[in-house]
């Protein structure tokens, strides 16, 4: 039986590839930090059909004894490392904690890879961000990065230091450079699942506005389970390498919105208003992935349209929120 293990194992990615994993025979380990388990109703919730059968372990990424003493208890032939701080800011210890945490993160657990188990295969979850501000559209393996963000900076030099670790090392290391994908399980955070959410308690009539930003904006949307299937076939190639997953496909967020309100039987032009606080102007050349490459060496397909994404995501809020639905393991307000 194959061992893998997971970093972000709660989120919306590491709950569906723990799945995806389970249901193809893997034992399946988590990394978690200590205040998951203290709060697991919050923290664990998208773990909720498959809680039972992974095995959790507490570290952080910014402590390379935690992660060295899990790799060496675990000893995993598949190494998915999907946790990453992602929070937007300008304060400078903020920068400086993102840049440390997800950098260091990887180097940790490439580093004890090579010494503990210098056969397990490792996959990195990259971003479309690392393209940041770019010249020409779609994006491929090939284009260059011009990141614009502190996030998308440290991806991008996590994603050299895997590529270091492969042609150095001889580790079968990979990144996996994802477009924005989504599901219910998105976090609130996102556009998009503030988008659903917001449709459906303004359906159940529990808010009556939704303040967006830019309608304009445009983004390469696509479903959550089919891009962490892209990272499983990544690991049973015969030889490592780097692949875009993405849709091929760009939307408005207007189009999202209208979708999302559709859905539900309504206008949203009544209850959207544009609020300047979350306004970004839009890219002059779009963030769009050519996944040319994965689809042909790997048989990698991106199955769900943007409008089944959307649906899903609604149906989901709208049983989340619904007054007769009873207590939820996790609500946000």
């Not at 946790?83 to 490439?110: K, P, R, W």
């Not at 580790?171 to 449709?199: G, M, Q, W």
């Not at 544009?274 to 994965?294: H, M, T």
Request: glycine share 6%; hydrophobic share 35%.
């Amino acid at each position: 039986m194959k061992k893998a293990l997971i970093t972000g194992i709660s989120g919306q990615d590491g709950s569906y590839l723990a799945e995806l994993l389970l249901s193809k025979g893997y034992e399946v380990h988590g990394i978690v930090r200590r205040q998951s388990l203290e709060a697991p109703s919050q923290n664990l919730s998208n773990l909720e059909c498959c809680r039972e059968r992974v095995n959790l372990h507490v570290a952080s990424l910014d402590n390379h004894l935690s992660l060295y003493k899990v790799i060496q208890e675990v000893q995993p032939d598949e190494l998915y490392h999907l946790a990453a701080s992602s929070f937007v800011s300008y304060n400078f210890d903020d920068e400086s904690s993102i840049l440390t945490s997800n950098f260091n993160g990887t180097h940790y657990l490439l580093s004890s890879i090579k010494e503990v188990v210098p056969n397990c295969r490792f996959c990195f979850a990259g971003t479309s961000e690392m393209f940041g501000r770019v010249a020409v559209t779609p994006q491929n393996e090939l284009t260059p990065f011009n990141p614009r963000s502190i996030y998308g900076v440290s991806k991008l030099a996590s994603y050299h230091l895997v590529a270091n670790y492969r042609e150095q090392y001889g580790i079968f290391a990979c990144t996996a450079i994802l477009y924005n994908h989504e599901s219910p399980r998105r976090d609130f955070k996102f556009v998009t699942r503030k988008i659903t959410a917001a449709a459906a308690k303004i359906k159940l009539g529990l808010e009556n506005r939704l303040y967006l930003g830019n309608l304009d904006a445009v983004r390469d949307w696509g479903y959550a389970p089919d891009y962490v299937h892209g990272m499983w076939l990544m690991l049973q190639h015969h030889t490592p390498d780097d692949y875009v997953i993405a849709s091929g496909v760009t939307h408005a967020v207007r189009k999202f919105v209208d979708c999302a309100f559709k859905s539900l039987g309504l206008d949203y032009n009544h209850y959207v208003e544009v609020d300047p606080r979350f306004y970004r102007a839009a890219e002059k050349v779009p963030l769009c992935g050519d996944s040319s490459k994965i689809r042909t060496i790997l048989g990698w397909a991106s199955h769900k349209p943007l409008e089944e994404i959307i649906q899903e995501m609604i149906a989901h809020d709208l049983k989340l929120f619904s007054p007769d639905a009873g207590p939820p393991s996790y609500r946000p307000g």
